[in-house]
């Protein structure tokens, strides 16, 4: 069945059926030993299959309910958007799910043929029990991640690292002025002055004093792009 807006579908046991494109006001119904094969299909009730053979949703389909993979073979399910649950439960065949978007919960129960979970984002929580093999994959983002799939989440990402804050480097000491006067205005340029009395400091442009117990009388004149301390 093409790209065409039909009720519902009901597969028949033996039988088998292709969706591609197919646009379902209903439900899809998979009897047992059926085989389903469906693409880029819109289905606005749910995918159920009893004892199937066989089910593949593929292409970006949409299904605004649950689906439900119960005691039958293989099964896939890729790239689909899942309004309701999604259910694997007893069986027999190898299953798969991978880059699917699921709003409600995802439940993996007694199956026995392995199944593969790969980066589905879940709005509910992931929950696997009793499966033989256990499950296995990775990436996977749900509310919680249960029991046989607690480790199916992404890696981890490592904090990124804080660099080293450098060394704040003192300023190099400054040579003391040579003969300080006592009084008077003194011009400090790239100097030190310590323990003398003076009138004036001047600190000419672009340059540095340092001060040690400096008696200043009069003023402290720093020029533009000069610097004391």
Do not use: F, H, W
């Amino acid at each position: 069945i093409g790209a065409v807006e039909i009720d519902s579908v009901r597969v028949p046991s033996g039988a088998a059926c292709v969706l591609d494109g197919t646009g379902l006001i209903g439900s899809i119904i998979v009897e047992p030993g059926a085989v389903l094969d469906a693409r880029n299909v819109r289905v606005r009730g749910n995918v159920q299959a009893d004892s199937a053979t066989a089910v593949l949703i593929a292409g970006n389909s949409a299904i605004t309910g649950s689906v439900q993979l119960v005691q039958g073979g293989v099964a896939t399910l890729i790239n689909a958007q899942v309004g309701g649950d999604l259910q694997y439960t007893a069986n027999r065949g190898a299953l798969l799910a991978q880059d699917n978007r699921v709003t409600g919960n995802v439940q993996v129960e007694d199956n026995t043929g392995g199944i593969t979970l790969n980066a589905n984002v879940i709005g509910g929580n992931l929950q696997c029990k009793q499966n033989q093999p256990a499950p296995t994959g990775s990436g996977n983002r749900a509310a919680a991640l249960q029991d046989q799939c607690a480790n199916l989440a992404p890696a981890a990402t490592p904090p990124t690292p804080v660099p080293p804050t450098p060394p704040v480097m003192p300023p190099p000491t400054l040579p003391p002025l040579a003969s300080p006067p006592a009084g008077g205005t003194v011009t400090c340029r790239d100097a030190s002055l310590g323990a003398v009395n003076v009138d004036t400091v001047m600190v000419p442009a672009n340059a540095r004093c340092t001060l040690t117990g400096t008696r200043l009388i009069g003023s402290l004149v720093v020029e533009q792009g000069a610097q004391a301390d």
